[in-house]
């Protein structure tokens, strides 16, 4: 479009910030999810099987509070549509 009429598209990175270091592999284990509230894990795991978008930022907001590192490796995992590795966790708490 640039070429023919001038417009010059930005686009916006929507990757989640400070996520490029985590080995979510080492971080998202059953061990560390069944550290966390099991209320806050049964809601994770009905707004992951619903994909609320909006529940799953307000949880992962709140799985900070308990483990930071372990809510960036949840969200990272999200982000990349890992729906299920993230079901199949909760379900080996």
């Known amino acids: 479009m640039d070429k023919h009429i001038g417009v010059?598209?930005?686009?916006e990175d929507l990757t989640p910030t400070n996520l490029d270091s985590i080995d979510t592999v080492a971080v998202l284990t059953p061990e560390a999810m069944g550290k966390l509230p099991t209320e806050l894990l049964t809601q994770l795991?009905?707004?992951?099987t619903y994909s609320d978008l909006d529940l799953i930022a307000t949880l992962v907001k709140q799985i900070a509070t308990h483990d930071e590192i372990l809510s960036?490796?949840?969200?990272?995992?999200?982000?990349?549509?890992?729906y299920e590795r993230i079901l199949d966790l909760i379900a080996m708490t």
């Open 8 to 11: 010059e598209y930005i686009y």
């Open 45 to 48: 795991q009905s707004a992951v």
């Open 72 to 82: 960036q490796a949840i969200a990272l995992s999200l982000h990349n549509f890992e």
